[in-house]
Protein backbone atom coordinates (compact mmCIF):
# COMPACT_ATOMS: atom_id res chain seq x y z
CA UNK A 1 0.00 0.00 0.00
CA UNK A 2 2.77 2.52 1.08
CA UNK A 3 6.09 2.93 -0.82
CA UNK A 4 9.61 2.62 0.92
CA UNK A 5 9.87 6.18 0.49
CA UNK A 6 7.06 7.65 2.27
CA UNK A 7 7.10 4.83 5.26
CA UNK A 8 8.86 7.20 7.46
CA UNK A 9 6.40 9.76 7.30
CA UNK A 10 3.39 7.59 8.16
CA UNK A 11 5.28 6.85 10.98
CA UNK A 12 5.85 10.30 12.11
CA UNK A 13 1.93 10.95 11.60
CA UNK A 14 1.24 8.04 13.36
CA UNK A 15 3.50 9.03 15.97
CA UNK A 16 2.03 12.60 15.97
CA UNK A 17 -1.55 10.63 16.65
CA UNK A 18 -0.53 8.26 19.15
CA UNK A 19 0.60 11.46 21.10
CA UNK A 20 -2.95 12.67 21.46
CA UNK A 21 -3.55 9.28 22.95
CA UNK A 22 -5.44 8.82 26.28
CA UNK A 23 -3.98 6.09 28.04
CA UNK A 24 -6.30 4.91 31.32
CA UNK A 25 -4.57 6.59 34.58
CA UNK A 26 -3.41 4.41 37.67
CA UNK A 27 -4.80 5.33 41.02
CA UNK A 28 -1.27 3.69 43.18
CA UNK A 29 -1.86 5.46 46.16
CA UNK A 30 -2.83 2.73 48.40
CA UNK A 31 -0.43 0.56 47.05
CA UNK A 32 2.37 3.11 47.22
CA UNK A 33 1.54 3.42 50.59
CA UNK A 34 1.52 -0.11 51.62
CA UNK A 35 4.72 -1.26 50.18
CA UNK A 36 6.23 1.73 51.78
CA UNK A 37 5.23 0.84 54.57
CA UNK A 38 6.44 -2.95 54.08
CA UNK A 39 10.09 -1.31 53.00
CA UNK A 40 10.14 1.00 56.97
CA UNK A 41 9.10 -2.20 58.78
CA UNK A 42 11.66 -4.15 56.77
CA UNK A 43 15.11 -0.94 57.63
CA UNK A 44 16.63 -2.35 59.71
CA UNK A 45 17.08 -0.05 63.25
CA UNK A 46 20.88 0.24 63.13
CA UNK A 47 22.37 1.64 59.57
CA UNK A 48 24.81 -0.69 57.94
CA UNK A 49 27.88 1.06 59.01
CA UNK A 50 27.00 -0.26 62.56
CA UNK A 51 26.76 -3.63 61.66
CA UNK A 52 30.33 -3.91 60.45
CA UNK A 53 31.53 -1.60 63.50
CA UNK A 54 29.49 -4.28 65.99
CA UNK A 55 30.97 -7.20 64.05
CA UNK A 56 34.52 -5.90 64.37
CA UNK A 57 34.00 -5.25 67.94
CA UNK A 58 32.84 -8.64 68.73
CA UNK A 59 35.54 -10.47 66.38
CA UNK A 60 38.36 -8.16 68.70
CA UNK A 61 36.34 -9.63 72.10
CA UNK A 62 36.52 -12.88 70.87
CA UNK A 63 40.15 -12.88 70.37
CA UNK A 64 41.00 -10.64 73.31
CA UNK A 65 39.08 -13.26 75.33
CA UNK A 66 40.50 -15.89 74.50
CA UNK A 67 43.98 -14.98 74.26
CA UNK A 68 43.32 -13.94 77.77
CA UNK A 69 42.34 -17.68 78.46
CA UNK A 70 45.41 -18.97 76.87
CA UNK A 71 47.39 -16.66 79.80
CA UNK A 72 45.37 -17.58 82.62
CA UNK A 73 45.43 -21.19 81.52
CA UNK A 74 49.44 -21.29 80.93
CA UNK A 75 49.48 -19.15 84.36
CA UNK A 76 47.31 -22.34 86.33
CA UNK A 77 49.07 -24.83 84.21
CA UNK A 78 52.20 -24.25 82.22
CA UNK A 79 51.28 -27.33 80.07
CA UNK A 80 47.93 -27.02 80.07
CA UNK A 81 47.36 -23.71 77.46
CA UNK A 82 47.17 -25.00 74.08
CA UNK A 83 48.24 -22.13 71.88
CA UNK A 84 50.75 -20.35 74.25
CA UNK A 85 52.33 -23.35 76.02
CA UNK A 86 53.48 -24.26 72.52
CA UNK A 87 54.74 -20.83 71.67
CA UNK A 88 56.75 -21.10 74.56
CA UNK A 89 57.98 -24.42 74.20
CA UNK B 1 -7.73 17.80 34.30
CA UNK B 2 -4.00 17.56 34.74
CA UNK B 3 -2.51 16.13 37.79
CA UNK B 4 -1.19 19.65 38.75
CA UNK B 5 -4.71 20.62 38.59
CA UNK B 6 -5.83 18.19 40.55
CA UNK B 7 -3.46 18.59 43.26
CA UNK B 8 -4.15 22.66 43.34
CA UNK B 9 -7.62 20.95 44.46
CA UNK B 10 -6.52 19.05 46.60
CA UNK B 11 -4.59 20.40 49.23
CA UNK B 12 -7.42 22.66 50.54
CA UNK B 13 -7.48 26.28 51.05
CA UNK B 14 -4.43 26.37 53.67
CA UNK B 15 -1.67 25.94 51.36
CA UNK B 16 -3.39 27.51 48.46
CA UNK B 17 -1.09 30.74 48.48
CA UNK B 18 1.96 27.96 47.43
CA UNK B 19 2.53 27.37 44.29
CA UNK B 20 3.17 23.22 43.35
CA UNK B 21 6.90 23.28 43.32
CA UNK B 22 6.62 24.65 46.53
CA UNK B 23 4.03 22.28 47.53
CA UNK B 24 6.50 19.44 46.67
CA UNK B 25 9.29 20.68 48.07
CA UNK B 26 7.24 21.16 51.40
CA UNK B 27 5.99 17.91 50.85
CA UNK B 28 9.13 16.35 50.58
CA UNK B 29 10.72 17.95 53.62
CA UNK B 30 8.00 16.84 55.73
CA UNK B 31 7.78 13.01 54.31
CA UNK B 32 11.86 12.92 54.95
CA UNK B 33 10.70 14.25 58.66
CA UNK B 34 8.18 11.68 59.25
CA UNK B 35 5.02 12.35 57.69
CA UNK B 36 3.57 9.72 56.00
CA UNK B 37 0.41 11.70 54.37
CA UNK B 38 3.03 13.87 52.44
CA UNK B 39 4.47 11.37 50.49
CA UNK B 40 0.50 10.08 49.62
CA UNK B 41 -0.22 13.56 48.26
CA UNK B 42 3.26 13.89 46.29
CA UNK B 43 2.14 10.66 44.56
CA UNK B 44 -1.53 11.69 44.06
CA UNK B 45 -0.40 14.94 42.46
CA UNK B 46 2.20 13.19 39.99
CA UNK B 47 0.38 9.64 39.49
CA UNK B 48 -1.23 10.37 36.61
CA UNK B 49 1.92 12.20 34.82
CA UNK B 50 4.15 9.50 35.84
CA UNK B 51 1.15 6.57 34.78
CA UNK B 52 1.18 8.36 31.30
CA UNK B 53 4.79 8.07 30.45
CA UNK B 54 4.75 4.18 32.09
CA UNK B 55 1.80 3.55 29.22
CA UNK B 56 4.06 4.05 26.36
CA UNK B 57 6.72 1.68 28.14
CA UNK B 58 4.18 -0.82 29.22
CA UNK B 59 0.75 -0.40 26.93
CA UNK B 60 -1.20 -2.71 29.48
CA UNK B 61 -2.61 -1.53 32.54
CA UNK B 62 -1.68 -4.42 34.55
CA UNK B 63 1.99 -3.47 33.88
CA UNK B 64 1.82 0.03 34.00
CA UNK B 65 0.18 0.38 37.46
CA UNK B 66 3.22 -2.09 38.41
CA UNK B 67 5.64 0.25 36.81
CA UNK B 68 4.19 3.32 38.17
CA UNK B 69 4.22 2.18 42.05
CA UNK B 70 8.01 0.80 41.42
CA UNK B 71 8.51 4.70 40.81
CA UNK B 72 7.07 6.60 43.77
CA UNK B 73 8.74 3.14 45.62
CA UNK B 74 12.01 4.31 44.12
CA UNK B 75 11.50 7.85 44.67
CA UNK B 76 10.75 7.10 48.17
CA UNK B 77 13.78 5.26 49.01
CA UNK B 78 15.58 7.70 47.05
CA UNK B 79 14.15 11.10 48.52
CA UNK B 80 17.02 12.11 50.17
CA UNK B 81 19.30 12.43 47.12
CA UNK B 82 16.64 15.28 45.22
CA UNK B 83 18.40 18.71 45.78
CA UNK B 84 15.04 20.66 45.76
CA UNK B 85 16.95 22.70 43.15
CA UNK B 86 15.54 21.37 40.32
CA UNK B 87 11.79 20.19 39.56
CA UNK B 88 10.36 17.50 41.43
CA UNK B 89 8.30 16.43 38.43
CA UNK B 90 11.51 16.12 36.10
CA UNK B 91 13.44 14.12 39.01
CA UNK B 92 10.12 11.72 39.03
CA UNK B 93 10.25 11.66 35.19
CA UNK B 94 13.87 10.86 35.02
CA UNK B 95 13.20 7.95 37.77
CA UNK B 96 10.68 6.65 35.87
CA UNK B 97 12.83 6.68 32.50
CA UNK B 98 15.12 4.42 34.47
CA UNK B 99 12.19 1.88 35.57
CA UNK B 100 10.53 1.84 31.98
CA UNK B 101 13.96 1.02 30.55
CA UNK B 102 15.00 -1.95 33.02
CA UNK B 103 11.19 -3.03 32.20
CA UNK B 104 11.89 -3.43 28.64
CA UNK B 105 15.29 -4.61 29.12
CA UNK B 106 13.70 -7.76 31.55
CA UNK B 107 11.53 -8.55 28.98
CA UNK B 108 13.92 -8.76 26.35
CA UNK B 109 13.70 -7.63 22.46
CA UNK B 110 12.66 -11.72 21.77
CA UNK B 111 9.73 -11.70 23.73
CA UNK B 112 7.97 -8.48 22.04
CA UNK B 113 9.20 -9.81 18.74
CA UNK B 114 7.34 -12.95 19.53
CA UNK B 115 4.41 -11.28 21.02
CA UNK B 116 4.01 -9.29 17.56
CA UNK B 117 3.69 -11.47 15.00
CA UNK B 118 2.54 -9.28 12.48
CA UNK B 119 5.06 -8.03 9.63
CA UNK B 120 6.92 -4.32 9.71
CA UNK B 121 4.74 -4.07 6.51
CA UNK B 122 1.66 -5.65 7.66
CA UNK B 123 1.82 -2.74 10.19
CA UNK B 124 3.06 0.13 7.76
CA UNK B 125 0.37 -0.16 5.79
CA UNK B 126 -2.36 -0.49 8.77
CA UNK B 127 -0.71 2.56 9.79
CA UNK B 128 -1.13 4.28 6.44
CA UNK B 129 -4.86 3.17 6.22
CA UNK B 130 -5.61 4.77 9.80
CA UNK B 131 -3.45 8.03 8.83
CA UNK B 132 -6.16 8.14 6.04
CA UNK B 133 -9.30 7.30 7.35
CA UNK B 134 -11.44 9.86 9.25
CA UNK B 135 -14.43 7.56 10.19
CA UNK B 136 -12.32 7.00 13.48
CA UNK B 137 -13.21 8.65 16.83
CA UNK B 138 -9.80 10.88 17.21
CA UNK B 139 -9.61 8.78 20.74
CA UNK B 140 -9.58 5.37 18.48
CA UNK B 141 -7.85 6.76 15.86
CA UNK B 142 -5.06 7.43 19.17
CA UNK B 143 -4.96 4.63 20.82
CA UNK B 144 -4.44 2.55 17.68
CA UNK B 145 -2.27 4.77 16.67
CA UNK B 146 -0.47 4.28 19.78
CA UNK B 147 -0.53 0.51 19.67
CA UNK B 148 1.19 0.66 16.26
CA UNK B 149 3.87 2.69 17.24
CA UNK B 150 4.54 0.76 20.14
CA UNK B 151 4.21 -2.26 17.77
CA UNK B 152 7.05 -1.11 15.31
CA UNK B 153 9.29 0.80 17.82
CA UNK B 154 9.63 -3.25 19.66
CA UNK B 155 11.39 -4.27 16.55
CA UNK B 156 14.00 -1.31 17.59
CA UNK B 157 16.86 -1.69 20.58
CA UNK B 158 15.66 -0.54 23.41
CA UNK B 159 18.44 2.68 23.21
CA UNK B 160 16.67 3.44 19.95
CA UNK B 161 12.93 2.69 21.31
CA UNK B 162 13.55 5.13 24.58
CA UNK B 163 15.07 8.09 22.56
CA UNK B 164 12.57 7.82 19.76
CA UNK B 165 9.69 7.57 22.02
CA UNK B 166 10.38 9.76 24.50
CA UNK B 167 11.17 12.45 21.42
CA UNK B 168 8.12 11.27 19.66
CA UNK B 169 5.77 10.02 21.99
CA UNK B 170 6.31 12.16 25.27
CA UNK B 171 7.33 15.53 22.93
CA UNK B 172 10.18 16.30 25.54
CA UNK B 173 13.15 18.35 24.01
CA UNK B 174 16.78 17.10 23.31
CA UNK B 175 17.39 18.48 26.39
CA UNK B 176 14.47 17.16 28.25
CA UNK B 177 15.80 13.98 27.15
CA UNK B 178 19.25 14.55 28.37
CA UNK B 179 18.12 14.95 31.49
CA UNK B 180 15.94 12.05 32.15
CA UNK B 181 18.01 9.60 30.54
CA UNK B 182 21.27 11.17 31.38
CA UNK B 183 22.79 11.19 28.29
CA UNK B 184 24.72 14.46 26.87
CA UNK B 185 22.72 16.39 24.63
CA UNK B 186 24.76 15.83 21.63
CA UNK B 187 24.35 11.68 22.11
CA UNK B 188 20.69 12.68 22.29
CA UNK B 189 20.57 13.97 18.82
CA UNK B 190 23.16 11.23 17.30
CA UNK B 191 21.05 8.82 19.05
CA UNK B 192 17.86 9.76 17.32
CA UNK B 193 19.46 10.17 14.20
CA UNK B 194 20.59 6.93 13.61
CA UNK B 195 17.55 6.12 15.49
CA UNK B 196 15.52 7.04 12.61
CA UNK B 197 17.95 5.85 9.97
CA UNK B 198 17.65 2.45 11.46
CA UNK B 199 13.57 2.55 11.88
CA UNK B 200 13.51 3.89 8.01
CA UNK B 201 15.95 0.59 7.03
CA UNK B 202 14.29 -1.89 8.73
CA UNK B 203 10.50 -0.03 7.22
CA UNK B 204 12.35 -0.59 4.34
CA UNK B 205 13.89 -4.25 4.20
CA UNK B 206 10.14 -6.00 4.59
CA UNK B 207 8.88 -3.92 1.82
Not at chain 1, 69 to 84: T, V
Not at chain 2, 53 to 76: I, K
Not at chain 2, 175 to 192: D, F, M, N, R, Y
Amino acid sequence: MSTSGDRLEVFDRLAELACRENPPLPDVVARVRQRVMVRCLREPLLPRWAFGLTGALGLVACTCGWIGWQAWSLAADPLGGWLLSTVVS
Amino acid sequence: MSSTEVAWQSVGSSVSMLEPPDLDARDVRMSLGGDPDSFERLVRRHQAAIGRLMWRFARNAADQDELTQEVFVTAWTALRTWRGTGSFERWLRRIAVRVGYAYWRRRGKDAARLEFAETVDELVDQGAALVDRERHAADDAAREAGELVHRLLARLSDRDRLVLTLLHLEGLSVAEIGEATGWSQSLVKVQAHRARARLKKLMEAES
